[in-house]
């Protein structure tokens, strides 16, 4: 069993990735820590952390904590995820890890010189689904891999910190990030390059991003990310279509769904429906950086595919002038 903490009260962490936790047969949920005394005691209370820390510093001085879960706002990952590295604990640091690929290098560094283990939480990326997609493709099923386009749009917000430049806010950060990673953990090719535009909001946030990337095997990907579909209205929309060069894959698959969920193989006239029951998405994470904390197990995201989706989500940003 390893000892986790968790560093930060935010919502993805209360519905995402503790649940998860509970979930895990590796993980024994051990501390939480927050700036609030009265959030900490109630995140004690509903999940059963043994100890709470009002201050972040506080939890990471604790020698009993041996991996650190980070859903602190996306600005502020680059500290606190080197702060928990140099205490020596190994972090699992919510998406997106970095607001570049500098700062996603310099984590990694010092990772690296700590002798511990990052890993950057795509939840989705641990699930049978996409275990069960890439196998598929691996296979040849459809063939090489042409066109994917994929699609996240979510409802928008009157206020949260995906509204906010300097929170580190915006669509290419929060949900773009996920069609990017889509791509590249199907896609064996360096990028090429990388064309998007982008509604911008007066806070200076893509709120809604179209975005094309080239490959230079020569496959195309394409995407749209948004917060879009009314305030507050708890409405979604999420697509996956591949084509192939034999055949084509498609599904309505939700981001980080878990349960019962399927795509469709259409080849030469007929479709094959595969319906895949996938475990909870973040309790797989977890236990995957157990085992690479227990047995030495490589972990899942790797350092190179981080650095790699981070300098995509670099090019995706200047497109749109997200930094000017």
Known sequence: MVKWGVLGTANVASWGCIPGMLKANNCELYAIAGRSAEKVEQYKQKFGFEVGYVGYDKLLEDPAVQAVYIPLPNHIHKEWVIKALKAGKNVLCEKPMALNAQESEEMYAAAKENNVILMEAYAYLHGQFMESLKKDIESGVIGDIVYIDTAFVTQGYKEDFRLHKEFGGGMIYDLGCYCTTMM????????????????????GVDSFVGGLIKFKNGARASFNA????????NSRFDRLFIHGTKGNIRSEYEYNQSGETSY?????????????PTDNNYQLEVEQLGRCIENGEKPHISPEFSIKNAKLLDALLDEVGFWK
């Open 184 to 203: 590249l953990s199907l896609i064996d090719s360096e990028v090429e390059y990388a064309k998007a535009c982008a509604e911008m909001t007066d806070l």
């Open 226 to 233: 948004g917060m879009i579909l009314g305030e507050n209205t």
């Open 264 to 276: 469709r193989i259409i080849k030469d006239g007929e479709t094959l429906v595969k319906v895949i």
